[in-house]
T-cell receptor, first 114, second 116 residues
């Protein structure tokens, strides 16, 4: 079973729409969770990360994510997307059976229409 | 990303040939990883190494080999046994359990391999 899963493969939104991308993980222990973004033609960049403490994490460019332990989820949100948010988004979390190794979800391609 | 150097950036290989992709880091990170990125399939883990002289297979290790003779270097060889080698390959590093950065993974800029 996949350790980290992203259910939305391709999301298309109009500018100013709200965004929520799902991410679920399966590791039962202490987790570090991440969202990475890959803009067209660029390499992966860290958007935000959760280690401990406040489950609502703020990242760059107005993104945030909420860690909900009971749901094993770490969904990415943004209240109002822009055309420049068009990119592929990857959730990352612990490899099943090992909190020390990270594994990635399959990615969500976000297309924002102007 | 800064501090991780992958080379070459673009590589063409004839079928039946082995090629080696280089990954060097100056971040003093213990762990290094190789991922393969294909359209629609996201990032898939090929091999990873937690310390020098040790490495583990990831999800799609068949047709690949690695070595970790030095902390800063983790070369990946794509052998002729790899059936679909054309892809974008990413090297990454982290310090698992690091106090300041936790498990944050840092990526190189990637290498495009095309089999002709």
């Amino acid at each position: 079973a996949q350790s980290v899963s992203q259910h939305n493969h391709h999301v298309i939104l109009s500018e100013a729409a709200s965004l929520e991308l799902g991410c679920n993980y399966s590791y039962g222990g202490t987790v570090n969770l991440f969202w990475y973004v890959q803009y067209p033609g660029q390499h992966l960049q860290l958007l935000l990360k959760y280690f401990s403490g406040d489950p609502l994490v703020k990242g760059i460019k107005g993104f945030e994510a909420e860690f909900i332990k009971s749901k094993f989820s770490f969904n990415l949100r943004k209240p109002s997307v822009q055309w420049s948010d068009t990119a592929e988004y990857f959730c990352a979390g612990p490899l099943s059976g090992s909190a020390r190794q990270l594994t990635f979800g399959s990615g969500t391609q976000l297309t924002v229409l102007p | 990303d800064g501090g991780i150097t992958q080379s070459p950036k673009y590589l063409f290989r004839k079928e039946g040939q082995n090629v080696t992709l280089s990954c060097e880091q100056n971040l003093n990170h213990d762990a290094m990883y190789w991922y393969r990125q294909d359209p629609g399939q996201g990032l898939r883990l090929i091999y990873y190494s937690q310390i020098v002289n040790d490495f583990q297979k990831g999800d799609i290790a068949e047709g690949y080999s690695v070595s970790r003779e030095k902390k800063e270097s983790f070369p990946l060889t794509v052998t002729s046994a790899q059936k679909n080698p054309t892809a974008f390959y990413l090297c990454a590093t982290n310090n698992p359990g690091g106090a300041r950065t936790g498990n944050t993974i840092y990526f190189g800029e990637g290498s495009w391999l095309t089999v002709v």
